[in-house]
Every structure is written in C-alpha cells, then in structure tokens.
C-alpha cells in the first residue's frame, strides 16, 4: 500500500531564511504527487504538482524517485508563507480508482 | 472558491446518535469525496463518489455510509456516532478521477464534529 511521511510536525524559520519541507513517499507504481497547502482559516488548496514542474509563491519541489523523496522548498520565507503544508500522492487505493493519499502534515511558521 | 459548502460547519452531539453531514457543489463535477483531518494522520478518505449512486469506501470507511442521489449532493452519514469519530470533517470534489491523470480536488471549508 502506499504511504507518505512528512517527519516533521512542526518547523519554525526566520523571515528570508530557506525552507524545506520533507516528503517521502512509498509507491510501487509511477507516483504523481503534490503538495497542498492550508493558510489560517482558508481552504485547503493545490499549491504544486511535479507534473507541471513550476513554481508557485517562489516554492518549487523536485521528484527524486531514487530517494522516493518530494521535498519542498523556498530559498526565501516570508511570513505569509505560514501554514499548514501536506504532501499527497496520487495512486491506486483501497477502492476502485486513484485516491489522493495524503501525509500527516508539517506546520510551518515563519518568524519576523 | 469552488461552489462547495459543508453544513453544518459545527456539531456536537452524543455517543451513539446518528449524524449526517452534507456536502454540497454547483460545479456539476463529477467526483465527491469525504476525508477526515486528525491531527498526526493529516487527511484519510472516508469515502468517494464517481457519479449519482455510484460510491466506493476509502481508507477509513468502517462506520460510516454516503449516499449521492444528485450530483450537488454528497451525505456522510455516521449511523452511531463514536468519540473517536470527533474530526474535522472535509468534502471535495474534482471533475476527472480516472486512470492516470490528476484533475485538481477542491475542498470544502469544513465540518467541526465533536462527539461527546
């Protein structure tokens, strides 16, 4: 079964400093993931897919399928970068079709 | 934001009664999903819609049912509430689901359920 592991449940940084949040993930097929992020009573919405290899809000993120890793960063944090971040993986589940799975997630908080 | 609503947003009931939540879009997507948001385990799916009907369990399914008897309407019932079902409750819906290729969930605001 597939599994996504985000080892950090927390991560405070300073205003400017770099950030990288940890994803790994475990998939025996071809993995297709994101991340989706959740500001302070917002939604929860798609921040970055590896398909698509942009980047968005100055956050990229590069599949690694050697080190099964989807890390997340930002050379820069800014304050509004804040929230809660999950890691999800798009894949066969328990049903009859491709379920998102998600990480446990890591909360960010950038300091002033 | 995508036309989805979650009533109630809050509850708080008792052990054992039942409880239904509803979901509601005006996207005409498709897909319909229900996850729940513990802290530590981040989103689960409970269970997921692929049109009127047509409904299949998640992860986290046992003690719960849906039911789709409209595209606009996607209900998690919890037939004998339990506390370790206390969550935060969130629906999502996306056009596409099908083989190999994402097409984006949008999630709901959320439903706060507390059982006592």
């Known amino acids: 079964a597939q599994r996504v592991t985000q080892p950090e449940k927390l991560l405070s940084v300073f205003k400017g400093a770099p950030v990288e949040l940890k994803c790994n993930y475990s998939y025996s097929g071809s993995p297709e993931l994101f991340w989706y992020v959740q500001y302070s009573r917002q939604r929860l919405q798609l921040l970055l897919r590896?398909?698509s290899r942009e980047s968005i809000k100055g956050f990229t993120a590069d599949l690694n399928k050697g080190e099964t890793s989807f890390h997340l960063k930002k050379p820069f944090a800014q304050e509004e970068d804040s929230a809660m971040y999950y890691c999800a993986l798009w894949a066969l589940g328990s049903g009859s079709a491709r379920q998102l799975t998600f990480g446990s997630g890591t909360q960010l908080t950038v300091l002033p | 934001d995508a036309g989805i609503t979650q009533s109630p947003r809050h509850k708080v009931t008792e052990t054992g009664t039942p409880v239904t939540l509803r979901c509601h879009q005006t996207?005409?997507?498709?897909?319909m999903y229900w996850y729940r948001q513990d802290p530590g385990h981040g989103l689960r799916l409970i269970h997921y819609?692929?049109?009127?009907?047509?409904?299949d369990k998640g992860e986290v399914s046992d003690g719960y049912s849906v039911s789709r008897s409209k595209t606009e309407d996607f209900l998690l019932t919890l037939e004998s509430a339990t506390s370790s079902q206390t969550s935060v409750y969130f629906c999502?819906?996306?056009?596409?689901?099908?083989?190999?290729?994402?097409?984006?969930?949008?999630f709901g605001p959320g439903t706060r359920l507390t059982v006592l």
């Open positions: 819609s692929y049109g009127v009907k047509d409904t």
């Open positions: 999502a819906i996306s056009a596409l689901a099908g083989g190999s290729s994402y097409n984006e969930q949008f």
């Open positions: 996207e005409n997507h498709r897909y």
């Open positions: 590896h398909i």
